[in-house]
């Protein structure tokens, strides 16, 4: 477990070279958590893949979590959802309706999805994309792809927006600390080397043309502790880095669920509020392709990595908690813009039409989904050719989360990491909107390939656009000051050593 205990609090963060101003201390800080329901409805869609699934089964809830700070000055908000995505539209509308009921400004809400592949349906299209679009490509988008569940999205707006107004009408003077643990055995890169010079996704355990792996993992379990001034524990935020994939049958909130769990039970509380805001996973999962054994089955899973995750946030929690403070600043950054996407070629758009058209009994299942992804995309450029991105930074004392639209490569997140002058930097995949997969200029090079590289409806936006991000994140970030690290008070001054401890070996 590493801890960072040390900070420069005379920093330049340069915007044309001026430097920044210390950051008065918080006159007040206060802290409210919540949660709500929207676990989805048996014979709802499941979302996850590119076909149609429907749960037919409930194993865990799924729920909007929330938890507001403010430090008399400014209030922010941060949101983490049990949904595998959350759509700009939804983003929008919800920072709206919590505006009108709250006060929080939109440009201070965070809201990122967790990627669980067991939640509730949610579809990737933007309200207009498809209103010109050929018969064909209609049939493909409804009767053959994951779509949203009008009355479910209604659902989710309301309790994401309650979730936010009952965390700030929970807030109470409030203590906070933070701290990094570590877990390096529950996520894997799933993107490996081969000898044939490409880079697979999930090529399988036992593949003898398998090299190493493509990229790295960021072990890191991000902790943030709030108490109120008796002690009392009022709820954590973690940010952990693996795909929302232990799928352990039925309608579940994956490993997620199981980490709330863990945390719950190792404090006695069984209603505490665990924020989980997703790290950067798109090519980190539980599936270790050099593995030497078998996988464990669904449910193991399940419990495997949410169970050593919560346990080294609580393990963290434990550490930092006599460190508590309440000068804990806050502040955001914002900058919103458009990215172009990647176009197939008309020779790639006429070849998935007639492989379409033969159906998948003959093009072939794999073959024919991808094609149809290649029509469904090529509608959506012609409605939406460019992508509207957030890229937001928020400060909690001496930790910024930082956030991306995207499925993102980890490798952007220890770039952030890297470059950020705050003690503390977690990244937020998945937040505020949805442009897919963004790996990095590598995986997209000749050297590259796989799953998170394939040109879909979901997943298309220039090779540029993770760097992008990155760099934008960086300097947001560092255009605030961070605050202090709390940390515990200094030993008493020193009077003289323990008498029983100070002298020599009696031999005799």
């Given at each position: 477990?590493?801890?960072?205990?040390?900070?420069?609090?005379?920093?330049?963060?340069?915007?044309?070279?001026?430097?920044?101003?210390?950051?008065?201390?918080?006159?007040?800080?206060?802290?409210?958590?919540?949660?709500?329901?929207?676990?989805?409805?048996?014979?709802?869609?499941?979302?996850?893949?590119?076909?149609?699934?429907?749960?037919?089964?409930?194993?865990?809830?799924?729920?909007?979590?929330?938890?507001?700070?403010?430090?008399?000055?400014?209030?922010?908000?941060?949101?983490?959802?049990?949904?595998?995505?959350?759509?700009?539209?939804?983003?929008?509308?919800?920072?709206?309706?919590?505006?009108?009921?709250?006060?929080?400004?939109?440009?201070?809400?965070?809201?990122?999805?967790?990627?669980?592949?067991?939640?509730?349906?949610?579809?990737?299209?933007?309200?207009?994309?498809?209103?010109?679009?050929?018969?064909?490509?209609?049939?493909?988008?409804?009767?053959?792809?994951?779509?949203?569940?009008?009355?479910?999205?209604?659902?989710?707006?309301?309790?994401?927006?309650?979730?936010?107004?009952?965390?700030?009408?929970?807030?109470?003077?409030?203590?906070?600390?933070?701290?990094?643990?570590?877990?390096?055995?529950?996520?894997?890169?799933?993107?490996?080397?081969?000898?044939?010079?490409?880079?697979?996704?999930?090529?399988?355990?036992?593949?003898?043309?398998?090299?190493?792996?493509?990229?790295?993992?960021?072990?890191?379990?991000?902790?943030?502790?709030?108490?109120?001034?008796?002690?009392?524990?009022?709820?954590?935020?973690?940010?952990?880095?693996?795909?929302?994939?232990?799928?352990?049958?039925?309608?579940?909130?994956?490993?997620?669920?199981?980490?709330?769990?863990?945390?719950?039970?190792?404090?006695?509380?069984?209603?505490?509020?665990?924020?989980?805001?997703?790290?950067?996973?798109?090519?980190?999962?539980?599936?270790?392709?050099?593995?030497?054994?078998?996988?464990?089955?669904?449910?193991?899973?399940?419990?495997?990595?949410?169970?050593?995750?919560?346990?080294e946030a609580y393990k963290t929690l434990l550490l930092i908690r006599r460190g508590a403070g309440s000068d804990i600043p806050l502040d955001s950054r914002q900058r919103v813009w458009t990215v172009k996407r990647r176009i197939p070629t008309p020779e790639k758009v006429q070849k998935s039409l007639e492989l379409v058209k033969a159906g998948?009994?003959?093009?072939?299942?794999?073959?024919?989904?991808?094609?149809?992804?290649?029509?469904?995309?090529?509608?959506?450029?012609?409605?939406?050719?460019?992508?509207?991105?957030?890229?937001?930074?928020?400060?909690?004392?001496?930790?910024?989360?930082?956030?991306?639209?995207?499925?993102?490569?980890?490798?952007?997140?220890?770039?952030?990491?890297?470059?950020?002058?705050?003690?503390?930097?977690?990244?937020?995949?998945?937040?505020?909107?949805?442009?897919?997969?963004?790996?990095?200029?590598?995986?997209?090079?000749?050297?590259?390939?796989?799953?998170?590289?394939?040109?879909?409806?979901?997943?298309?936006?220039?090779?540029?656009?993770?760097?992008?991000?990155?760099?934008?994140?960086?300097?947001?970030?560092?255009?605030?000051?961070?605050?202090?690290?709390?940390?515990?008070?200094?030993?008493?001054?020193?009077?003289?050593?323990?008498?029983?401890?100070?002298?020599?070996?009696?031999?005799?």
């Open positions: 477990m590493k801890y960072i205990l040390t900070i420069f609090t005379l920093c330049l963060f340069a915007l044309s070279g001026i430097a920044a101003e210390e950051p008065k201390p918080a006159t007040i800080f206060k802290a409210g958590f919540a949660e709500k329901d929207i676990t989805p409805d048996i014979g709802m869609e499941s979302p996850g893949n590119y076909g149609k699934a429907h749960h037919k089964s409930f194993h865990d809830p799924c729920k909007a979590r929330a938890v507001v700070f403010d430090d008399g000055q400014k209030r922010v908000a941060l949101v983490g959802i049990d949904l595998l995505f959350v759509t700009r539209h939804l983003v929008q509308e919800v920072r709206a309706e919590i505006q009108k009921r709250c006060g929080i400004l939109p440009a201070d809400i965070m809201i990122g999805a967790s990627h669980s592949h067991s939640s509730g349906p949610i579809g990737m299209g933007e309200p207009g994309d498809f209103d010109k679009a050929s018969p064909l490509v209609k049939d493909l988008v409804n009767n053959h792809s994951i779509v949203s569940d009008p009355g479910y999205t209604q659902v989710l707006k309301k309790q994401i927006v309650d979730a936010v107004v009952l965390a700030n009408e929970n807030r109470v003077d409030a203590k906070l600390a933070v701290g990094n643990g570590h877990e390096d055995k529950v996520s894997y890169n799933r993107r490996l080397r081969m000898k044939n010079g490409l880079s697979y996704s999930h090529p399988g355990a036992g593949n003898p043309d398998i090299i190493d792996y493509a990229g790295p993992i960021d072990p890191q379990v991000g902790t943030v502790g709030v108490w109120d001034l008796k002690g009392n524990l009022l709820g954590t935020v973690v940010n952990f880095s693996c795909h929302a994939t232990t799928s352990p049958g039925g309608i579940s909130a994956s490993w997620i669920g199981s980490m709330e769990r863990t945390i719950r039970g190792a404090t006695g509380n069984a209603a505490l509020p665990v924020v989980f805001m997703q790290g950067a996973c798109g090519d980190i999962t539980q599936v270790d392709n050099l593995t030497k054994f078998q996988n464990p089955a669904a449910e193991e899973w399940w419990d495997i990595v949410g169970g050593r995750v919560g346990a998948p009994e003959k093009s072939g299942t794999t073959e024919w989904t991808f094609a149809k992804e290649i029509l469904v995309l090529d509608a959506i450029i012609k409605a939406r050719p460019l992508v509207e991105v957030e890229v937001q930074a928020i400060q909690v004392g001496p930790m910024v989360f930082v956030s991306n639209p995207a499925e993102y490569f980890v490798q952007y997140q220890l770039d952030i990491k890297a470059g950020s002058k705050f003690p503390f930097t977690f990244v937020v995949e998945l937040a505020n909107g949805i442009t897919g997969y963004v790996p990095t200029e590598e995986a997209l090079g000749p050297n590259g390939g796989g799953y998170e590289t394939r040109l879909t409806s979901y997943s298309n936006l220039e090779v540029s656009a993770g760097r992008q991000f990155a760099n934008t994140g960086i300097e947001l970030a560092n255009q605030m000051v961070p605050g202090k690290v709390p940390l515990p008070p200094p030993p008493p001054p020193f009077k003289a050593p323990w008498a029983y401890g100070n002298l020599p070996p009696e031999l005799k």
